[in-house]
């Protein structure tokens, strides 16, 4: 077991990386609650005509939709993209990544449109296929770069285990996000009209609660006329909310129809995908490709920021891990040896052989540990 | 789409500093306080009496509630039931401290920004709470 004096990075990185879904959400709604929140004080205190009060009042009614569809819009736009923003302490900065190569033992395989939810409810959600990739101790470096966080097996000490996760591009997955965009965009238009009564109901809500100021104790019918315009408002909201995700539902739905039904685009055409390299659990691989810090979950309110492989150029299988290695999970001690073994040369002086596709450089410690 | 994706990306370091729990008490705030704002920008005078508040704060509760569950089940890939608590706990504070802030200091009008302040508070507290009650 080629085990090495070092123990792998697994704390919190400082760097910047590719937002989450969640920021993103975050920022969405901060965007439009913000410039809606001070558009609307503007008009309040501008004496605007009423007419155009009640109008904006009633769009503002609509934040929520229109969040989603915003919100819908720029997944989309991250899903597609090898070229992302990310926000860093000097500002906003445009990256691509950097090429690069790593070997490993591949200990999960995930495809594309898992689960109801991702197939059906929300097709923009859908993850590109994946595998993560546990690497020999040579490749912490790589893994480690730009100050990133680490994703690491769940072992005992001395063998627990840097990895990392691998996209393959999966045009689908884009068209899907594109489709749900598109789809999301003409569910709110047609939800439009629920303005009216939005507003009639606002109307309500807001004469009756007014009322309340004018009568200091208990008014129970204009508590229950207040208590129930608020309550239709909150349902309508919903409704609007529904109707624009049944578009994006359905949109993203008839999207992965066409895709199926299309050949592959050039994007696709120039990677490998999952399907033409047929990956299996305990596969031995080598990747190439482009790779990028991404905020990535990994548990429970528990989010990293991670290099991963967005995405696989090329990746090439180099054998299977025996049978006889442990492989929940895998470690790095034994993928050392799988990889890097000990061999006599005709010299007859015992060195270490790289079998990865990357490089002849075969120093198992990472720089930090030299 | 890349002119609005570099100004969203202005709330990325804020949003990196609230942590998860802080981004969802943030949008559940936002949410509850944009509706009362709305109504206090158009109907001048807008005023509540406790009742009123409470039946406020409940229907935006259930409102927002909805919406983050969708948010952290869809989005983030949370199952329902792991979430479903204490987005509850979470989302019940900050729409009932959102509407009686609000109606205290009399600053309807505010409320969408009062919403996003207290979400966020809310939720950092919540989650600290949390880590802390794991650490013990």
Redesign the interface.
């Given at each position: 077991m080629a085990c090495i004096d070092c123990q792998p990075v697994c704390g919190r990185a400082s760097g910047s990386a590719v937002?989450?879904?969640?920021?993103?959400?975050?920022?969405?709604?901060?965007?439009l609650?913000t410039v809606?929140?001070i558009f609307?004080?503007i008009?309040?205190l501008a004496e605007a005509p009423p007419w155009l009060?009640?109008i904006?009042?009633a769009l503002?009614?609509f934040?929520?939709g229109l969040g989603i569809v915003?919100l819908i819009?720029?997944t989309a736009?991250n899903q597609c993209n090898e070229e992302v923003?990310?926000?860093t302490?000097k500002g906003?900065e445009y990256i691509k990544g950097q090429n690069k190569c790593i070997a490993g033992a591949v200990s999960e395989v995930k495809s594309d449109f898992t689960g109801f939810?991702m197939s059906w409810?929300?097709p923009w959600?859908a993850e590109h296929d994946r595998i993560n990739v546990v690497v020999p101790s040579k490749f912490w470096d790589t893994l480690e770069s730009n100050n990133a966080d680490v994703f690491c097996t769940e072992d005992e000490d001395g063998r627990t285990s840097e990895y990392i996760r691998c996209y393959f591009y999966t045009d689908k997955v884009c068209k899907a996000a594109t489709g749900s965009a598109i789809g999301a965009t003409i569910g709110f238009i047609l939800a439009l009209p629920l303005l009216v009564p939005v507003l009639l109901f606002?109307?309500g809500?807001?004469?009756?609660?007014?009322a309340?100021?004018q009568?200091a104790g208990?008014?129970w019918p204009l508590?229950i006329i207040?208590?129930v315009c608020?309550?239709f408002?909150?349902v309508l909201?919903?409704i609007v909310?529904a109707i624009v995700l049944a578009g994006a539902a359905i949109g993203g739905f008839i999207a992965q129809g066409i895709s199926e039904a299309t050949p592959a685009t050039a994007e696709e055409g120039r990677r490998d995908t999952l399907a033409n390299i047929q990956v299996q659990v305990g596969d031995l691989i080598t990747v190439k490709g482009n790779m990028l810090i991404k905020e990535e979950?990994d548990r429970?309110?528990h989010?990293l920021k991670v290099n991963v492989f967005w995405w696989i150029k090329s990746a090439h299988l180099q054998g299977v891990v025996p049978q006889n290695i442990p492989n929940n999970p895998f470690s790095y001690c034994d993928i050392n040896d799988l990889f890097y073994p000990q061999e006599v040369n005709e010299e007859g002086q015992t060195v270490m052989v790289s079998h990865d596709d990357c490089s002849a450089f075969t120093n198992l410690l990472p720089s930090r540990c030299r | 789409?890349?002119t609005?994706?570099?100004?969203?990306?202005?709330?990325?370091?804020?949003?990196?500093r609230?942590g998860?729990?802080g981004?969802?008490g943030?949008?559940a705030g936002?949410?509850a306080g944009?509706?009362i704002?709305?109504?206090?920008?158009?109907?001048r005078?807008?005023?509540?009496?406790n009742?009123?508040a409470l039946?406020?704060a409940l229907?935006?509760t259930?409102?927002t509630w909805?919406?983050v569950i969708?948010?952290?089940?869809?989005?983030?890939?949370?199952t329902f039931r792991?979430v479903a608590l204490p987005s509850l706990f979470n989302c019940l504070l900050t729409c009932f401290l959102t509407t009686f802030v609000c109606k205290w200091l009399d600053i309807f009008?505010?409320a969408?920004?009062a919403g996003?302040f207290i979400g966020a508070l809310v939720g950092m507290t919540l989650?600290r709470i949390n880590s802390l009650i794991e650490k013990t």
């Open positions: 937002p989450s879904p969640i920021t993103q959400a975050f920022s969405v709604f901060a965007f609650g809606f929140g609307g004080k008009v309040s009060q009640v904006i009042v503002s009614f934040l929520v915003a819009w720029v736009y923003y990310v926000a302490d906003i939810t409810i929300a959600t606002g109307v809500a807001a004469g009756s609660c007014y309340g100021i009568t208990v008014a508590f207040c208590a608020i309550a408002v909150v909201l919903l909310a979950s429970m309110f989010s | 789409m890349r609005f994706l570099r100004l969203l990306s202005l709330f990325y370091p804020l949003s990196n609230l998860l729990c981004n969802i943030f949008i936002l949410l944009f509706i704002s709305t109504m206090a920008w158009a109907f005078g807008f005023y509540m009496s009742n009123q039946v406020h229907s935006l259930l409102f909805i919406a969708y948010l952290l089940g869809i989005l983030a890939k949370f792991s009008s505010f969408w920004l996003m989650c």
